[in-house]
């Protein structure tokens, strides 16, 4: 799933005022870093799971027997194997 870089800035202003209006956090730094931070956190966990899908869909289209992208058993094998590679990438 891509985001653009403004639904990213808007996530990262609504994740950082949640924190601190419910005092989960105290701002120890300027609150713009904070923010850069984190975006950066998010932009690469994005990657992470933009990495595993394509992973996944290269794995699945490897097969000798074709799946049909959308299918209950392309669904149930895709589903399979993304718990299988975010595993191996820690993210299970």
């Known amino acids: 799933m891509r985001l653009s ?13 949640g924190l601190l ?5 105290t701002a120890l730094d300027e609150e713009g870093h904070i923010r850069r931070e984190i975006k950066r956190v998010i932009v690469n966990e994005l990657k992470i799971v933009e990495n595993i899908d394509e ?3 290269k794995k699945l289209q490897s097969y000798s027997k074709k799946i049909h992208e959308g299918g209950s ?14 595993a191996k990438k820690g993210k299970g």
């Open 21 to 25: 209006g419910k005092g989960i956090v």
């Open 5 to 17: 870089d403004d639904k990213i800035s808007h996530l990262t202003h609504v994740i950082l005022k």
């Open 55 to 57: 992973s996944v869909k």
């Open 73 to 86: 058993e392309w669904e149930v094998m895709y589903n399979k194997l993304y718990e299988e590679e975010s």
